[in-house]
């Protein structure tokens, strides 16, 4: 490709986008969204004016198919038009005293018509004879052994009384029905008097030898030369060629004859204006046409940009996207046919055009706006989310799987598996079985009561009994039992009752048991705290009045002070890890969440304690996993934990023995998982809950120096990290395990990157 093609190119690209940019301008598209309204209303608009004012007599439809107005649909419409009329006037009217003498009626017929007409009137016309019909709930009356009296309404229209009493009534129906005719005769004069007026009309009619014309020197031979005639001669059609190849129905079957034509300087005018008709039509259609592809086009520019704005690409909504797109079409198919119904009024009406032009641009407008609408809500592909019925379709398929879902759900929950609620619903059942059977059967009725109530009476033996034991339990009496007799809903209740009240005096007794064990324990801590400050605190006394003498020598007053060092060391401990632990128990401890390393968290701990661990003489064996323990917890809390186990290790452990510490992963539980076990130096004969107990200890000499707060810390400070601490005491061998929660590798292994990367800034 060379310079100018890559070029040329390029530039083409600017200008696509150039235009893009340009089509998402809001004054770009409100110009292109007016000038579709305004083309397509000036399209329709000048069509329906030519149609309307500027034709003179035919319509576009007419002239639009045919050039040549001898050979257009509307000459023949008219020549059909007044050929009917002729041979009405002939056939059938003849002449106004022929209609009068009531020749065209027939009298039976003229009956028959009157009693249907009775026939579909209502209930009150009916009323004029109820003496004959009795009850007119429809045409069967009741039966009545008089054979002479009617029992149908058509026995009675047809009977001889109905006559002598309707004869007034049928002869006003005959003279009504004359004067119709005598109308349409009328009629028929009126449309051959103005043919003659608009198209010259003359025509012939001869019957049974009498002729009959539209004026003196009227003769079929000079109507038959004129452009547009028409002869029936007895069933025989002779017509110009224009009108020769129509279909006049049944109307060409006369025994008479019949010939019209239409003067031929009419209808050269006719032809005129047939032809300045139809070119006004040929010029409004030609405008109709190239408005509206003018105003597509500007629909189409405007349907581009609609929901684009200039600073982004999102497709945004209007308000009135909000509503449902079927519902928006139902309401606009509405509102413009109220609008078109307002066009076609003003025509008719012959108000100013202006009007009819501002109804149809708020017509055009309204429609266009609809598809712009459409346009944006399909681009934001949310055309399915505004599909109303569908929506509705959704919103009612929900109520009925909910309504469903509501019985289900009322079966099981009150129903199914409900002994009583079936047993109820079906005593209602057979109380109305036994009362039907009573008023059908009274002796089987009777037998099935006696047995109802039998049945009733046992099942209410039952029931009381059942309240009653209720009401002993209630009282207090646990020991009471509901005798319980048979199988059915009320024993199993019985049952049921019987167990809870037994389940309770279990529990009654333990939480006394507990309560108990709770006072004792109460006691003890409270001796145990008093034991343990004590101590120190009588210590502190006895060396400060040692001190108050003055004949002491300066290595005793130095040794002295040493030990009151020691012992207010040791009372300071003391009362932080008593703070520390109400603390710790009652969770008042914010926990700073981190990822921890458990085995490097251990190796410092004994790092920190070697000099103890030393001199304890005591060897330490670690199992270590293979891959890093990383678990989630605050590693300030977890340090005082395994701080703690290893002080109680160092403490109470047996000299010489192996203390085990283990760390691994437990797959079951996703935890990680910390364990130490040693031998005591003492016999550990208490249950491993009480050792948790603040301020017990396994020494029960308390020559240690422990406070018997380091367990319950431990304890509480896992809890506080979501986990678990448990104690296990087997003879002398004394285990405790630490879970704490797992965290993934992923975020164990950034974690540890995190860490490495903070100490080589460090070591930086």
């Not at 004879?129 to 309404?153: I, Q």
């Not at 209808?267 to 509206?292: E, K």
Request: charged share 25%.
């Amino acid at each position: 490709m060379d310079t100018k093609s890559k070029n040329t190119l390029r530039n083409s690209g600017v200008i696509v986008i150039k235009s893009e940019h340009l089509l998402r301008n809001t004054g770009v598209k409100l110009i292109a969204f007016i000038l579709a309204v305004l083309l397509l209303s000036t399209g329709i608009f000048v069509l329906e004016q030519t149609a309307t004012t500027k034709m003179e007599g035919f319509g576009i439809s007419e002239t639009w198919d045919e050039q040549d107005y001898l050979k257009s649909s509307s000459l023949r419409s008219e020549v059909y038009s007044v050929y009917h009329d002729l041979f009405a006037l002939a056939d059938t009217y003849r002449s106004e005293d022929y209609i009068r003498s009531g020749a065209l009626l027939d009298e039976d017929a003229v009956i028959e018509e009157y009693k249907l007409s009775l026939l579909s009137e209502d209930r009150s016309r009916f009323g004029l004879w109820e003496e004959e019909l009795g009850d007119v709930n429809s045409y069967y009356y009741s039966e009545r052994s008089d054979s002479t009296v009617p029992k149908t309404v058509i026995d009675v229209i047809n009977s001889d009384a109905f006559m002598e009493r309707h004869g007034k009534e049928i002869e006003k129906y005959r003279e009504d029905q004359i004067q119709k005719q005598l109308q349409n005769y009328a009629n028929t004069l009126n449309n051959l008097e103005n043919a003659q007026k608009n198209f010259g009309l003359k025509w012939y009619i001869e019957r049974d030898g009498q002729k009959k014309t539209s004026g003196e020197g009227v003769t079929p031979e000079a109507l038959m030369q004129s452009k547009v005639y028409l002869e029936n001669n007895k069933g025989k059609i002779n017509a110009s060629q224009e009108v020769r190849n129509y279909d006049y129905g049944g109307n060409g079957n006369t025994d008479n004859r019949i010939v019209m034509a239409f003067d031929d300087q009419k209808i050269d005018t006719m032809a005129q204006i047939y032809s300045q008709d139809r070119a006004d039509a040929v010029l409004a259609v030609q405008v109709f046409f190239v408005c509206g592809l003018l105003s597509l086009i500007c629909l189409v520019v405007a349907c581009i940009g609609a929901g684009r704005r200039e600073t982004d690409n999102d497709i945004h909504l209007l308000a009135i996207d909000r509503m449902y797109w079927d519902l928006h079409l139902i309401i606009l198919t509405w509102v413009e046919g109220m609008l078109i119904a307002a066009g076609v009024a003003c025509i008719m009406y012959r108000l100013p055009a202006y009007m009819s032009a501002i109804l149809l641009i708020f017509a055009v407008a309204l429609a266009y706006n609809y598809v712009l609408s459409l346009v944006r809500v399909v681009k934001a592909h949310r055309f399915m989310d505004r599909f109303g019925t569908v929506v509705l379709c959704k919103k009612c398929g929900r109520l009925i799987k909910r309504f469903c879902r509501s019985i289900r759900d009322f079966y099981r929950n009150v129903i199914k598996g409900r002994s009583l609620v079936m047993l109820l619903c079906a005593a209602i059942i057979i109380i109305a079985i036994v009362g039907m059977l009573i008023i059908a059967l009274p002796p089987i009725g009777i037998i099935l009561l006696g047995v109802a109530l039998w049945f009733g009476a046992k099942r209410a033996k039952s029931l009381d009994q059942t309240i009653k034991g209720v009401e002993r339990i209630y009282e207090g009496d646990t020991g009471y039992k509901i005798e319980v007799e048979g199988h059915g809903p009320v024993e199993e209740m019985a049952k049921n009752i019987n167990n809870i009240n037994e389940g309770l005096s279990t529990a009654v007794r333990d939480a006394v048991e507990k309560e108990l064990k709770s006072e004792r324990l109460k006691t003890e801590l409270i001796t145990n705290v008093s034991h343990d400050i004590r101590t120190p605190l009588t210590s502190i006394i006895t060396y400060i009045d040692l001190l108050k003498k003055e004949d002491i020598d300066e290595e005793s007053r130095e040794r002295y002070i040493g030990v009151l060092e020691q012992k207010a060391a040791r009372l300071k401990a003391l009362t932080d890890d008593l703070f520390e632990a109400a603390k710790a128990s009652t969770g008042n401890m914010e926990v700073h969440w981190d990822t921890v390393n458990v085995e490097a968290l251990v190796n410092q701990g004994m790092g920190e304690l070697e000099d103890k661990i030393e001199d304890s003489g005591l060897q330490f064996i670690v199992s270590r996993p293979q891959e890093k323990v990383m678990v989630h917890a605050d590693g300030r809390l977890l340090w005082r934990v395994i701080e703690n186990l290893l002080s109680n290790v160092l403490k109470y452990a047996l000299p010489g023995s192996r203390v085990y510490m283990t760390i691994d992963r437990d797959l079951f539980t996703d935890r990680g998982v910390f364990i130490i076990k040693n031998i005591s130096a003492d016999p550990l004969n208490i249950p491993a809950e009480e050792l948790l107990e603040r301020f017990k200890r396994g020494d029960d000499t308390r020559h240690s120096e422990g406070s018997g707060l380091g367990l319950a810390i431990a304890k509480d400070l896992t809890e506080l990290q979501n986990g678990q601490f448990d104690l296990t005491i087997d003879g002398d061998l004394f285990k405790a395990t630490v879970y704490l929660e797992l965290v993934a590798d992923d975020d164990s292994v950034m974690a540890e990157e995190a860490g490495e990367a903070e100490a080589e800034e460090k070591g930086e």
